[in-house]
């Protein structure tokens, strides 16, 4: 069994008098999906935002690859190999598809004028995007042209070729229709086994079940309970978010 | 779940060269140019608005529109407004005139001295937005009015005056100021008010010079600064920070873009442009007023949207401001000549306006598509 590349224990944070974790414990190895579930207000977003270095925690520890560490800023997280794909956030519509993907990473070159390569950005964005079976009119269209699942896509994808090593998805599926979501799902088997470690972030039980090897359900701001796939159905899941009743059957 | 790899996806329409051109943000302001210059040239046949003095005259204009043109484009595509702009002409070129006319600094002195102060209150306009997360628009309103009243009440207190002349004999005998108030390519128009190719005077002090001396350099600030401001936009990895700073702050933030850093260094920037344009102003013309410049952040802003840039930010182009700067200097001396009513300039601006902002709009719908 491998180990852990990213473990977080006891995580709290408030913001104020709000508590928004108290005490959530979360782990992902490499090759893995670790589906992180819980309903509105549960804390996914506070969660991941810990995980991906924009809120250091209130307390709590942060071990990365076995070794204790703290994230500063979004660029710690980053630096190490942590990238997460928002929901929302992270393309930008009226910008083109490789500046997009480079977007903080640009290739440059003339040395210290750090001129955009243009042409460099160009071909491997396409490169990138045709190994995900997306084709692009030019890289050079803006990402507003493109479709909801697409996005996603082009985020997962620009993830993976800057080096990520833990890939976290907000809600990846959750504004697309049934093709796009299997093609997001698709996309996730397939950097699971290319080893990366996947945290999918998802109120959708069925989404969660199709890709996940672990689940962990979370429950105003706490860990409710962690499971193998093996020994949970879709409708314990399914209870679990909706108020947390059968929890001491699975922690057998 | 295999994925059929389509080569071909027929839901991708084809986009006419039309649109694509269309789609570009220069394309409205190079039409408008066209338009405007054919306009005059068929009414203003007599007019003497294309000789070569008139020709200068429009082109000092537009060049004075453009010089602000392209900091306050640059800080739009970012995301954010400077409504200090004129004030910051105001202010600037007080501190020239007064550190040279009353304190005696050598002018390049005081021309270093109005730099700094600039920038550094352009910094402050800057953190202010970045610290309070308070709209751009109110922060540099509010330094609309501290500034202009800095402004004219430092220069009652020390001079107990509001407008300082006297600066031409200061400015051209200083070795930097002339980079500025100055002129180029002197002999080559000489050359060519000899052979005759332009008019040159009759009579009185200036006869045999040609009635078009030189190119001010004013109007090379305005072509470096756009060239400069094109360049950093569509070049650097500075400019992709730009549109992502504009187009959605809080994602370039999580793609580790610095965006508060390129927001406050575009505030100095357009400091900077308002700086120069009150430097050229007060050296060429030889004197300072604390009123000076006064609206310039709106007409600098009219021929942003003019050239293309969104209002709500992420998009837009130097390129297109500079031409926009150039229809603008075009309308307003173009009426001048022809002798129209001035105060149809404006309604003519803000139709202006009104049809850039319409188009505009139009053209993000048909880039990000329908959906958003």
């Keep these: 069994m491998t180990s852990e590349i990213l473990e977080l224990r006891d995580i709290k944070k408030n913001f104020g008098s709000v508590i928004a974790l108290d005490g959530v414990s979360f782990d992902v190895k490499p090759g893995e999906c670790h589906c992180l579930l819980g309903d509105n207000g549960a804390g996914k977003s506070t969660f991941i935002k810990t995980m991906s270095g924009v809120h250091p925690p209130s307390s709590g520890d942060i071990f990365f690859q076995g070794e204790k560490t703290t994230f500063n800023s979004p660029h710690d997280a980053i630096t190490r190999g942590i990238a997460t794909v928002y929901q929302d956030l992270g393309m930008i519509p009226l910008m083109s598809v490789s500046r997009n993907f480079f977007l903080g990473n640009e290739p440059t070159k003339g040395g210290a004028l750090k001129l955009f390569d243009h042409e460099k950005a160009n071909r491997i964005t396409e490169e990138e995007m045709s190994k995900f079976q997306i084709q692009l009119r030019s890289p050079e269209q803006a990402v507003g042209t493109l479709s909801g699942g697409e996005r996603q896509t082009v985020a997962i994808a620009r993830a993976v070729y800057f080096g990520a090593k833990v890939l976290i ?3 990846p599926t959750s504004a697309l229709g049934v093709k796009q979501t299997a093609n997001v799902l698709d996309t996730i088997n397939k950097m699971r086994d290319k080893g990366i470690a996947v945290v999918f972030i998802t109120h959708n039980v069925r989404h969660a079940y199709a890709a996940g090897d672990r689940f962990t359900v979370l429950d105003r701001g706490k860990t409710i309970a962690t499971a193998d796939r093996k020994d949970v159905s879709p409708d314990k899941l399914q209870n679990l978010m909706a108020g947390g009743k059968d929890l001491p059957s699975l922690e057998d | 779940m295999e994925q059929q790899n389509n080569n071909n996806d027929e839901r991708i329409r084809d986009i006419s060269f039309f649109q694509k051109t269309l789609m570009r943000p220069e394309f409205g302001s ?3 140019v066209v338009l405007v210059i054919i306009f005059f040239l ?3 046949t007599d ?3 294309f000789n070569p003095d008139g020709i200068r005259n429009w082109s000092v204009v537009s060049a004075q529109f453009a010089i602000i043109a392209v900091g306050a484009c640059l800080l739009m595509i970012a995301g954010e407004f400077d409504l200090s702009i004129g004030s910051m002409i105001g202010f600037s070129g007080m501190v020239l005139a007064i550190g040279s006319i009353h304190f005696g600094l050598p002018v390049w002195q005081s021309i270093i001295l109005a730099y700094i102060l600039s920038l550094a209150l352009g910094a402050v306009n800057g953190i202010i937005v970045i610290k309070t997360k308070l709209p751009s628009f109110i922060v540099t309103l509010a330094f609309l009015y501290i500034l202009r009243g800095l402004t004219i009440f430092m220069s009652v207190t020390t001079t107990s005056k509001t407008i300082l002349s006297g600066m031409k004999p200061l400015a051209d005998a200083d070795p930097i100021a002339p980079i500025f108030g100055g002129e180029v390519f002197k002999g080559f128009f000489q050359w060519m008010g000899n052979k005759g190719w332009i008019e040159t005077f009759s009579r009185g002090v200036f006869e045999g010079m040609p009635v078009v001396s030189g190119i001010p350099n004013l109007i090379l600030w305005a072509i470096g600064l756009v060239i400069f401001g094109h360049w950093l936009l569509t070049r650097t990895r500075f400019g992709n920070w730009i549109y992502a700073s504009g187009g959605d702050a809080n994602a370039a933030k999580y793609a580790g ?3 508060n ?3 406050i260094l575009l505030f100095m920037f357009t ?9 050229c102003q007060v050296t060429e013309f030889g004197s300072a007023g604390a009123d000076r410049g006064l609206l310039k ?12 840039a969104l209002l709500t930010g992420g998009y837009g182009s130097v390129i297109g401001a500079g031409l926009g700067a150039i229809m603008f200097g075009v309308v307003q001396q173009g009426l001048f000549f022809s002798g129209a009513e001035a105060s149809l300039f404006r309604v003519f601006l803000g139709g202006l306006l009104l049809i850039a902002v319409i188009t505009n709009t139009y053209i993000r719908r048909l880039i990000v598509g329908s959906g958003d």
Excluded at chain 2, 271 to 279: Q, S
Excluded at chain 2, 297 to 308: K, L, M, N, P, S
């Design chain 2, 271 to 279: 400091a900077f442009c308002a700086c120069t344009f009150a430097m």
């Design chain 2, 42 to 44: 068929l009414i203003a």
């Design chain 2, 261 to 263: 850093k390129v927001k």
């Design chain 1, 169 to 171: 998805l907000d809600e």
């Design chain 2, 297 to 308: 952040e709106f007409e600098a802003i009219i021929c942003v949207v003019i050239g293309g």
């Design chain 2, 30 to 32: 190079i039409c408008g």
């Design chain 2, 47 to 49: 007019n003497g608005m």
């Design chain 2, 257 to 259: 873009v610095p965006v």
